[in-house]
């Protein structure tokens, strides 16, 4: 993990990394093959959920008498089985899945990152009762919890957000926890409790830029098992619903028709596969870069 060097002075600079830091931490990371494919495919995945409704060749919801169409000239992924062209919803169904999970990680990170750098500085029964609290959520798959709350709610997405950030930042609050209590003790917060400074101000300027490298490379990884419980979510119809196209919607929707058409199944899945292969290489690649042994949370 990358620390700060004792005093004030050097808290200011880790909380406002200069230019030249950033710098080295992306040409760290481009160095690496994961690093390169991984930023690679998530930024292609990004902008393509940006741009597909400008660029898509059909309209991803018109039916058509062509249904199964092998891959051709006109349809370069073939259609479905209501003439649907596949490309064209494969391209845009990511846009709810990526919108949704982005939300959600950015839930999971702030929430789970505060409480965890808290628990870390009060140590104590607080923390252990907290910590056995969190212990039992993560003992049941959190999936099983989302499984309810999106049949309970129609996968609503006002529910599905905060449950979603819930239950995928209690990792994050571990391991904002370990990393608290691995720098809580270290000189420059002692050189900061002995100046008199502020509880806040040592949690601001002392511990949370200490941390923060570790909390955003978790909640990278978590953000990549929230599209795979997304797309779990959608395969069962709980998550979007039609005529939204979704990749976990599209597997559900070709899975009886593999031996005629699965071109149908294959695009969306090779699609979700690589999404989720490169926020996990750009995770790992990241938390190279930083200097982090990751810490995992249990699941």
């Keep these: ?14 909380s406002h990394p200069p230019a030249g830091q950033r710098r080295a931490v992306l040409a760290r990371l481009l160095a690496r093959p994961s690093g390169r494919i991984g930023l690679a495919l998530v930024l292609f995945h990004i902008a393509l ?44 169904g990511s846009r709810e899945l990526l919108s949704v999970t982005a939300q959600a990680a950015g839930a999971a990170i702030l929430w789970g990152g505060a409480a965890g750098i808290l628990l870390g500085l009060a140590g104590g029964l607080i923390d252990d009762l907290a910590l056995r609290v969190v212990d039992a959520f993560l003992g049941i798959p959190s ?24 239950f995928y930042g209690l990792p994050v609050l571990r391991i904002a926890r370990a990393a608290t209590r691995g720098v809580r003790d270290a000189d420059y917060v002692t ?48 998550g979007v619903q039609p005529p939204t196209p979704d990749w976990g919607q599209m597997v559900a929707d070709a899975r009886g028709y593999l031996t005629i058409a699965p071109w149908a199944a294959a695009a969306p899945c090779a699609a979700l596969v690589s999404l989720v292969v490169g926020l996990n290489f750009l995770s790992d690649a990241l938390g190279k870069a930083l200097g982090i042994d990751a810490i995992r949370a249990p699941r």
Excluded: C, K
């Design 49 to 92: 959920a940006m741009l597909s409704p400008l660029i898509v060749p059909y309209d991803a919801a018109a039916q058509g008498l062509d249904a199964f169409d092998a891959p051709s000239a006109a349809h370069w992924l073939g259609t479905d089985q209501l003439g649907r062209d596949v490309l064209s919803r494969t391209m845009l």
């Design 191 to 238: 050189a900061a409790r002995l100046r008199g400074e502020s509880a806040f101000h040592m949690l601001w300027a002392e511990i949370r830029p200490n941390v923060a490298d570790v909390i955003l490379v978790e909640g990278a990884m978590e953000w990549s098992w929230m599209i795979l419980a997304f797309s779990s979510l959608s395969f069962l119809g709980l």
């Design 1 to 14: 993990m990358v620390t700060a060097e004792p005093g004030a002075d050097a808290a200011d600079s880790a």
């Design 143 to 166: 999936l099983l919890f989302l499984l309810l709350i999106a049949f309970a709610f129609r996968g609503s997405t006002e529910i599905v957000v905060p449950a979603f950030g819930f």
